[in-house]
């Protein structure tokens, strides 16, 4: 059964601080997206990556970077959280083919303060 | 880039009934779109996508339309029951066809309430 798992469902964090959200997948994919998700913007991508440490921005990176050291897992990284950054994390995967067909994690809610 | 709007935010319907949602987008280059289903405390899961050279797709009590001309797509669930309650979005993409990582653009999401 194909299965992406993130670190945390929740997770407070002070304005400052440095955040690892974590993701692994067991399905051998290629692909692994970090997308945020809010109120009436829908899934917005912030970074992808098609191969280990191979990474692309997506539509909104400012603030955040990633790391993909194995293939298996996907790594974002807030250098110093800000406000700005509560939202809902949602982690996803796909076979490169069929890069469209994007299996998603349960997601990390991250509230900054 | 690729912009996709998302109508309604938010659709109650009752049960038994039908649900449209309906997205435009902005790229006529992007050639497939996908749509997500996503459950309370739970990711996106893909229930049904469509190409460009295909004008309707069916899966049971869902159906997706599309309208290249006028850029826009729809999702139709028919005989709506209490499981259909969810948040669903739409995206677009375009390239699928090319075996590397391809962006999609996703709609803003419609909160779809079935009333028992």
């Known amino acids: 059964d194909v299965k992406v798992t993130q670190s945390s469902r929740y997770l407070v964090k002070r304005t400052g601080e440095k955040v690892f959200l974590e993701c692994v997948q067991d399905?051998?994919?290629?692909?692994m997206f970090w997308y945020r998700q809010d109120p009436g913007l829908g899934l917005r991508l912030i970074y992808f990556s098609y191969d280990v440490k191979m990474k692309e921005k997506g539509d909104i990176p400012e603030g955040y970077s990633v790391s993909r050291e194995k293939k298996e897992r996907f790594s974002l990284i807030l250098e110093s959280a800000s406000t700005n950054q509560t939202s809902m994390y949602l982690c996803?995967?796909?076979?490169?083919?069929?890069?469209?067909?994007?299996?998603f994690g349960p997601g990390t809610r991250l509230t900054v303060t | 880039g690729e912009n996709v709007e998302q109508h309604p935010s938010t659709l109650s319907v009752q049960e038994g009934d039908s649900a449209v949602i309906k997205c435009t987008y902005s790229?006529?280059?992007?050639?497939?779109f996908p749509w997500y289903k996503q459950e309370l405390g739970k990711g996106p899961q893909l229930i049904i996508d469509?190409?460009?050279?295909?004008g309707e797709k069916k899966d049971q009590r869902i159906a997706v339309t599309l309208n290249k001309t006028a850029k826009h797509f729809s999702l139709h669930i028919t005989e709506t029951q209490p499981e259909d309650s969810a948040v669903y979005f739409c995206?677009?993409?375009?390239?699928?066809?090319?075996?590397?990582?391809?962006?999609?653009?996703f709609g803003s999401g419609t909160q779809l309430t079935v009333l028992p």
């Open positions: 996803a995967s796909s076979k490169t083919g069929k890069y469209y067909e994007q299996y």
């Open positions: 469509i190409r460009s050279n295909v």
């Open positions: 995206a677009a993409s375009r390239d699928f066809s090319s075996g590397s990582a391809r962006q999609l653009t």
């Open positions: 399905m051998d994919h290629e692909n």
């Open positions: 790229d006529s280059a992007s050639n497939y």
